[in-house]
């Protein structure tokens, strides 16, 4: 027997089900929102993510799908989305439109790490992306749509905000942290050791409780942002703190993906264990830079689609179309034409061997159909079929054409 592979899943059944009701109710909402479908390749040269995602971050360093491909090109299965959507904007030369442009995407995304409740190496993300719109309304609008999201998908959530700057005040606080650290340097774990050389400001999401300990007093980046990026940060949150959406400055949140400035938050969810993220997102107003385009301003969540799915109670299915059934053997032509035409505009299912009624009953049952239609000996001489509303109970026999 093949399994799948460590840390990949296979989606069916009721998993299935609730799968698809978060991409539909996803999609229905992003679509008010004005996003439009975009479809990008799985797999990209492993260069988009090195100069995207960045090269110090784990992501890139140490969990990416890469290999070479029979024409000898270095390729990487994509670990995120919004990268193939930036390189997407750029290819079809969107940056030179002076347009704004809105997109929304689903699908797998691949990530090597250590599997555990809540993390895998393939996974599915829903997310979109909002290019050329500078202004923090557009961040405030897209945390409200993932926010409107979860309210329609019945889940609860904490939403954790933070402003990463910009390349005027960042770098200055960079130094900052940076002559904060060396004090504790030899305090600190091997992992935040690496790091203060390579991504200074990821040893302030360290897991590690004695790190953590040691950061409470390190400088923050929301007290050193420049005028604008202060005030945009002030707007957005005087802005979430007008709505139901509710939310929390957490200092330490930086995001484990190197593309971002200003506006940076995850929706949390306490219900399902430690890999508690259940969206992330910001903005990363240099990014369309970074991959040869014209400096475009962008913003973006993605959601992850497994974490969601232990959390969303999907409503009862109703009964929908019909079952479709015979009793007797030679009435199978007279039923696959029926459910031809009825598949026009409705669910049909079909039993194509004869059976007896009580067997056909519980067909239909297990289809959750709405109607039981069945075709016996006195209904193929007469023209008509036996058909009983499952809902009301109601049943009678009618001439085929008059269904
Ligand atoms: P991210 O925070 O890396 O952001 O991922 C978004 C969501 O994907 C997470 O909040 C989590 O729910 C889910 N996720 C991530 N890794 C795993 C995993 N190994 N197993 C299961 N679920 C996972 C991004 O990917 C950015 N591209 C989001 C973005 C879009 N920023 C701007 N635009």
Known sequence: MINPLRGMKDISFDDSARFTHIVKISIEVAKRYGYNYIETPILEETTLFKRSVGESSDIVGKEMYQFVDKGGNDVCMRPEGTAGI??????????????????????????????????????????????????????????????????????????????????????????????????????????????????????????????????????????????????????????????????????????????????????????????????GGGRYDKLVEYLDGKSTAGVGFALGIERIMELVKIPQSQREGYYMGIMTPDAIDSILLLAVQKRKSNKATVEYKSKGFKSHMKGADKANARYALLIGEDELKNGTVWIKDLDSGEEKTILVDDI
């Open 86 to 279: 930036v390189r997407a904007f750029v290819s079809a030369k969107l940056d030179r439109q002076a347009m704004k442009h809105k997109f929304y995407y689903y699908g797998p995304m691949f990530r090597y790490e250590r599997p555990q409740k809540g993390r895998l190496r393939e996974f599915h993300q829903f997310g979109c992306e909002s290019f050329g719109e500078s202004s923090v309304y557009e961040d405030f609008t897209i945390i409200g749509m993932v926010a409107q999201i979860f309210n329609e998908l019945n889940i609860g959530y904490d939403l954790l905000v933070n402003s990463l700057g910009c390349p005027k005040c960042m770098p200055v606080y960079r130094i900052n942290l940076i002559s904060f650290l060396s004090v504790i340097k030899n305090e600190l774990c091997e992992d935040c050791n690496r790091r203060i050389d390579t991504n200074p400001i990821r040893v302030l999401d360290c897991k590690n409780k004695k790190c953590q300990s040691l950061l409470v007093d390190s400088p923050k980046l929301i007290n050193n942002l420049c005028a604008e990026c202060d005030e945009d940060f002030k707007k957005l949150t005087e802005l979430l703190g007008k709505t139901d959406i509710g939310y929390k400055i957490d200092t330490n949140l930086v995001r484990g993906l190197d593309y971002y400035n200003k506006t940076a938050f995850e929706f949390i969810s306490n219900d399902i264990g430690s890999q508690s993220a259940i969206a």
